[in-house]
């Protein structure tokens, strides 16, 4: 993660959809989307 990074920017960048990104938060167990943070590593689902 780098600055500025969301779960939705990443969602659309690497899974082609901003809305996909409870899916992210689901699969690192994320219970607060804000609770990401620079350099932290997270775990993509399948497109």
Do not use: C, F, H, Y
Not at 9 to 14: R, V
């Amino acid at each position: 993660m780098r600055a500025g990074d969301t779960l939705s920017s990443i969602a659309a960048a690497k899974l082609g959809s901003a809305a996909r990104w409870r899916d992210i938060a689901t699969l690192n167990s994320l219970k607060n989307a804000d609770e990401i943070s620079v350099g932290q590593t997270l775990k993509l689902p399948k497109k």
